[in-house]
């Protein structure tokens, strides 16, 4: 179902090499030993940052053991049993080479690797040790070669064991002036910023997208860090990514590599495509996971609700129904880094009350005090650049702002308490539409924060959102301020301030009318957000939304999520009479019967369920008389009273209830003309 390869790779620094078979056949080993030894000879012609000398002799001695594994073949004689032993072991420390090789030429992993130079020389010297003890037990007089590539392999073996593998002397002094930048850092010191190209140029890292890729690359670390709660190695890694974090601001003025844009709402990543968003709800909220983990029977359920299931006293798997062996839950760390990439990637996590926020807290770490000063530093930094900068310093200032409030060392409060909020606000009126959507992308990625929230109300930033929202230079900076509204949503006060804007309503149906997914998707939760204040209920339905969100619902090729989200409004809208009228008179009700049984996603059938209930209690024997003629609704009410989630299977009962029971009256003429809707109320 879920790819996880692409996102869980190999940690940097790790060999999982393993040991082959012990009844494989010589020749097999042979050839297997040779194509890992003329891959590892391939990265001769590689870019090697730091450890450059270790690498080269460690290669050039693999390059002689390979000419003597290929003069063997070559040969073609028989080849004694003996060999396997030291053949394996051969086996073991080349997989080990590849690795290290593989560590030492990744990509933005430069800093990383300059800064546990000493480890890797270490392991180069283990290396090579180790593939001496293998030459060793290689029984050489029994095997066919020409006596000068065995004298070879015989100096190799000595060699071997022998040479130094110490650290270079210029990793060493790079290493300090790293170590001073950063103890700069600690004392509030700016660095200079020829030191910081000088060091990024000694590492390969010349343009703004590999130190980028430094960033990322520290970044994903220190998350799989956290798990181990190492702290000396977090502290180390915090400070390094803010480092990098500061170099990437500072140190580069164009940003190469354009951005990838997600002008609609579908996943670019590898590791997302074919995963539908149920896969990542927790299969007893329906809610996106926070805190993904696995019980006995293998099925993941998000802590929270798990937990709350095993102390209700049940212990069986809520989804299966089988015993569990044990309580045991093992955080799955793999899903939760799937539905991070896909909350992120889509911007926007559903959100289906009001009482919780869905989207996935990373966990906060305060990181090194190195770390939190130069977050200052990179903060003021771009406070200056956003207020005072050219036109185009303003607009790298306002890209660097939203990505920098993506990575996790970063206490966006920083940025927050250096005052970005309000230029960026003003930035909200460039005349140049790709600064206009930097600033709203950055908005976006910071509005998910309750002290940025404060700050863009407290700057008059409503006003300027509508705005934007209304009328802004490009559809993306029109979707992004649809996004922030739903984030300042989150807030009572605020979704009355934003309600009574009269635009905004009118300006997020017309996004939903003709923006693209993406933007179609931040119009309907923002709404969905503002309808938890009662007040908002009137506007929106007087904004024509009934209409709208049904013919979504109608088009075939309607995203699950759209549909999700449409259902959950109308639910909600349903639940008042006038809501329940306007459904009614647009004459809805057999489309929304039919899409109980369209509806792919859990959360959308339960939706759906959620709004025929308020739909009969509303509309009483009207809404009831319609309902009981759809030829699918029956078959997929009881589909769901087995299938569907408790809440979903608990509605379904309730409406099944309620349509026999009318049903039945009919048939038997007990129907009175007064029929109460009371009657209902207390069914579910
Ligand atoms: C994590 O969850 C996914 C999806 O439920 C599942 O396929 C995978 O096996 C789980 N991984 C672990 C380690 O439990
Ligand atoms: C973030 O920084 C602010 C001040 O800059 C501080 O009050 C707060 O405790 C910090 N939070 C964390 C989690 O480090
Ligand atoms: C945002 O700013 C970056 C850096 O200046 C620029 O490359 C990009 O085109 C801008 N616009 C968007 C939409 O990313
Ligand atoms: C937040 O920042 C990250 C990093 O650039 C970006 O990929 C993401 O799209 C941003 N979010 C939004 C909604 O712009
Ligand atoms: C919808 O968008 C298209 C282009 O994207 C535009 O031509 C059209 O005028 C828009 N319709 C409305 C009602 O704004």
Redesign the pocket.
């Known amino acids: 179902m879920i790819q996880t390869q692409k996102v869980s790779g190999r940690r940097i620094l790790t060999s999982p090499a393993i040991h082959p078979c012990e009844d494989i056949s010589p020749y097999t080993l042979l050839s297997s030993l040779i194509s890992l030894a003329r891959n590892i000879c391939s990265y001769r012609s590689k870019f090697f940052a730091t450890n450059k000398r270790n690498a080269r002799e460690s290669i050039r001695q693999i390059r002689v053991i390979l000419v003597f594994l290929e003069e063997i073949r070559e040969w073609d004689s028989d080849l004694p049993g003996s060999v396997v032993l030291g053949f394996s072991e051969l086996h073991l420390a080349f997989q080990k080479a590849r690795f290290l090789l593989e560590d030492c030429t990744r990509d933005g992993a430069q800093v990383w690797m300059l800064m546990n130079s000493e480890r890797v020389a270490n392991q180069f010297r283990v290396l090579a040790r180790t593939i001496a003890t293998a030459l060793d037990v290689l029984p050489l007089a029994l095997i066919d070669a020409p006596v000068d590539v065995k004298d070879h392999v015989e100096l190799v073996m000595k060699q071997a064991r022998k040479t130094r593998f110490d650290v270079d002397p210029d990793d060493k002094r790079v290493m300090g002036a790293v170590i001073s930048v950063l103890s700069g850092f600690e004392n509030g010191v700016v660095p200079d910023k020829g030191d910081l190209k000088w060091v990024l140029d000694y590492l390969g890292i010349r343009r703004w997208s590999s130190c980028n890729k430094e960033v990322k690359f520290l970044d994903s670390e220190m998350e799989l860090e956290n798990l181990n709660d190492e702290k000396r190695e977090l502290d180390m890694l915090s400070s390094l990514l803010s480092l990098v974090c500061y170099c990437r601001c500072v140190a580069f003025d164009v940003v190469d590599g354009e ?2 844009r ?1 002008s609609n709402g579908k996943c670019t990543s590898e590791a997302l495509i074919g995963l539908k968003p149920d896969d990542l709800r927790c299969p007893i909220s329906l809610e996106i996971m926070v805190d993904p983990v696995t019980v006995a029977s293998g099925h993941t359920y998000d802590r929270a609700s798990i937990t709350k299931w095993f102390r209700a006293g049940n212990s069986i798997c809520p989804k299966t129904g089988e015993k569990l062996k044990n309580m045991e839950m093992l955080p799955n760390s793999s899903l939760r880094r799937l539905i991070q990439l896909y909350c ?2 889509n ?2 996590p559903f959100v289906d009350s009001g009482h919780r926020n869905r989207h996935v807290k990373r966990a906060v770490f305060a990181g090194s005090l190195a770390a939190e000063k130069a977050m200052n530093m990179v903060s003021d930094y771009l406070m200056v650049m956003l207020t005072a900068g050219t036109g185009m310093e303003q607009n790298k200032a306002a ?1 660097e702002t ?2 920098l ?2 990575t996790s060392v970063l206490n966006r409060s920083c940025l927050v308490e250096a005052g970005v909020i309000p230029p960026l606000l003003m930035l909200l009126l460039s005349t140049d539409s790709l600064t206009q959507e930097n600033a709203t ?2 908005l ?2 910071l509005s998910k924060h309750s002290e940025c929230k404060a700050s863009i109300v407290h700057n008059g930033g409503l006003e300027v959102l509508v705005d934007v929202l209304k009328k802004g230079l490009n559809l993306e900076a029109r979707q ?1 301020a649809a ?1 922030v509204l739903f984030y300042l949503a989150s807030v009572e006060e605020n979704r009355i301030l934003i309600g009574e804007n009269p635009e905004t309503v009118p300006a997020l149906m017309e996004l939903i009318r003709n923006g693209t997914d993406r933007g179609k998707k931040n119009a309907l939760v923002a709404i969905f957000g503002l309808l938890a204040h009662p007040g908002n209920h009137r506007r929106v339905l007087a904004a024509g939304t009934v209409p709208l969100l049904v013919n979504l619902l109608m088009s075939a090729d309607a995203e699950d999520d759209l549909v999700t989200d449409s259902l959950a409004i109308l639910a909600t809208l349903a639940e008042k009479p006038d809501g329940t009228t306007g459904i009614v008179r647009h004459g809805s009700l057999d489309s929304i019967a039919e899409i109980l049984n369209a509806a792919t996603s859990r959360a959308g059938k339960e939706y759906c369920v959620s709004l025929l209930l308020a739909l009969c209690r509303n509309g009483g024997r009207d809404v009831i008389a319609v309902l009981v003629k759809s030829p699918s609704l029956m078959g997929s009410l009881y589909s769901l009273l087995s299938e569907g989630t408790s809440r979903a299977s608990k509605k379904s009962g309730a409406l099944i209830r309620v349509l026999h029971e009318f049903y039945e009256r009919k048939s038997s003429g007990l129907m009175a003309p007064g029929f109460s809707q009371e009657r209902f109320v207390h069914v579910w």
Do not use: C, D, F, T
Request: aromatic share 6%; glycine share 12%.
């Open positions: 951005p990838k997600q992120s990637e911007g926007i890209y939203r990505v409030s993506k992308a950055a976006l990625n992004h996004g």
